[in-house]
């Protein structure tokens, strides 16, 4: 079992990687100060991620099917998506908020290519992100049963 010592170092290092690499921004930072301010929850975080995956989920498969149809509703697509780069942004998740954007003025232009490509980009970011906030929630996890306090970033 690796010590509390190395764990934080992986921690920091590997939320370091998710800033530099544009997974993460400064929403998600600012969600962790507010988490270590509060004592009575601290399961803040994780607990919006939950809900940011959920959500992303739902709206990803309504999309698709939106996408399927004969007769495409771009504005219903738009407002989808619009909804997705909000649920992102709350979270911080960066690339995924980039994606949108992209994707949303697919949807202003009616541009079917444009938009089945945006939304194969949008699940692959947000396969990304999830694996990825699950496995520094999973690191969070190991230091705090090694005896540990999770470390901020600055």
């Avoid at 940011?52 to 099917?65: P, V």
């Amino acid at each position: 079992m690796a010590s509390v010592t190395q764990l934080k170092r992986q921690y920091i290092e590997y939320t370091t990687s998710l800033y530099h690499e544009g997974y993460l921004n400064d929403q998600f930072m600012y969600l962790q100060k507010l988490q270590s301010g509060d004592d009575s929850d601290p399961d803040f975080v994780s607990g919006l991620a939950s809900v940011f995956f959920k959500e992303s989920e739902k709206i990803l498969n309504i999309l698709a099917t939106a996408f399927q149809q004969k007769i495409v509703d771009y504005n219903q697509a738009a407002d989808d998506v619009h909804l997705f780069r909000g649920c992102s942004s709350n979270v911080g998740a960066q690339r995924l908020m980039s994606v949108c954007l992209v994707f949303l003025n697919y949807c202003k232009e009616k541009n079917l290519n444009g938009c089945l490509w945006c939304l194969q980009q949008a699940n692959h970011e947000y396969i990304l992100i999830r694996n990825k906030l699950e496995a520094l929630f999973k690191l969070e996890q190991q230091i705090l049963q090694a005896g540990g306090s999770v470390p901020m970033m600055k």
